[in-house]
């Protein structure tokens, strides 16, 4: 059995800034009830026509990683592309990234665990590197939210959240078994299935019939969140998966050198660290910057945080999700 450890990482931002000024022009926001709420004070958005997609993105971050990690290309064994904003309903995104990256009829396969899907893929990634099926995979979480958001009134308490970005890592086998991957827990409850969901178009009601029907009211194509719900499981799953991950790889809270939580909404990153009674130093945020960018939220942040400098050989990381499904999930990694 080999462990998985990361030796690349990459991100791409669009360079469209929308800031909370921008959005209050188009509908009735303000400044100071999306910082309040949320932390955020601008996001990316991709302008229309400028090239970008999901994989597009997922591609530009993806080379960076693997120039990082020494490799190229045709070095990657395996593609996982996490997303819930993918560039058709089908095929998945991540078989148009090894089109582009031109890797001869490499496996890719999409994730699509939304808030959770970068934590989802590091753990399929990591089993397939433990069996020694693989050995270098490509793990790449991107979304293209801005398209699909109602930018309207009727959508604020949504649409102020979610930004466009993409974020890659590069993983490869090891022979210590104390670096690396040390362990995950991954979880789902689709109970709630339906409290951050975007339910149509589905197989049960296609397109031409949502269109035939002409109804203004129906919004069933455009996400919808019950906030308040989601808060308050976010703040308990974080906590547990990250506990669970903690007493799994026999940390202690203050042997945390980052976490990483994903960038849903400040408050919630605040609430688990007084949790956990981490210091600032011991808890990576953007969300400032690029608001909730889903499952590109973590690889975003891991790459700055490792560009800073604040992870590096030794660093014990926590990397922890939670997200529509609902599903949520832990990765520690000893880097
Ligand atoms: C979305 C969220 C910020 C809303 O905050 P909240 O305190 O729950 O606010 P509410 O939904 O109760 O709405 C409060 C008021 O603000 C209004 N509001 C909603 N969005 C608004 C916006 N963008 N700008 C201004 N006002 C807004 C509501 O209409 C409501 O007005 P009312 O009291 O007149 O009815 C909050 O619920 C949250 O952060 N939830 C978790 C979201 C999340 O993390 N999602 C990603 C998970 S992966």
Known sequence: ?????????????????????????????????????????????????????????????AKIAIERAGLTPND?????????????YFPGSGVLVQESLAIPDCPAMDIRMQCSGFVY???????????????????????????????????????VIFGDGAGAAVLTRTENSNEGILCSHLHSEGKYAEEL????????????????????????????MNGQFVFKNAVVRFSEVIHKGLVTAGWKKEDIGMLIPHQANLRIAQFVQKKFGLSDDQ?????????????????????EAWEEGKVVQGTKVVLAAFGSGFTWGSVMIQW
């Not at 020694?132 to 109602?150: A, C, F, P, Q, T």
């Not at 808890?283 to 891991?302: K, W």
């Open 1 to 61: 059995m080999f462990n998985s450890k990361i030796i690349g990482l990459g991100k791409y931002l669009p360079e469209n800034i929308v800031t909370n000024a921008d959005l209050e022009k188009i509908m009735e926001t303000s400044d100071a009830w999306i910082q309040e709420r949320t932390g955020i004070k601008e996001r990316r958005h991709i302008v229309k026509g400028d090239g970008n997609s999901t994989s597009v993105m997922g591609v530009k971050a």
């Open 76 to 88: 990657i064994d395996f593609i996982l592309f996490a997303t819930l904003s993918p560039d058709y």
């Open 121 to 159: 893929a590091l753990a399929t990634a990591d089993q397939f590197i433990k069996t020694g099926m693989y050995k270098n995979v490509l793990v790449i979480g991107s979304e293209y939210h801005s398209g699909g958001l109602d930018m309207t009134t009727r959508g604020r308490n949504i649409s």
């Open 197 to 224: 969901s975007l339910i149509g178009p589905n197989t049960g009601r296609w397109v031409p019939e949502i269109l035939s029907a002409n109804n203004p009211d129906d919004i069933s194509y455009y996400p919808y």
């Open 283 to 303: 808890v990576y945020n953007n969300i400032e910057r690029y608001g909730n960018t889903t499952a590109a939220s973590i690889p975003i942040a891991l790459t």
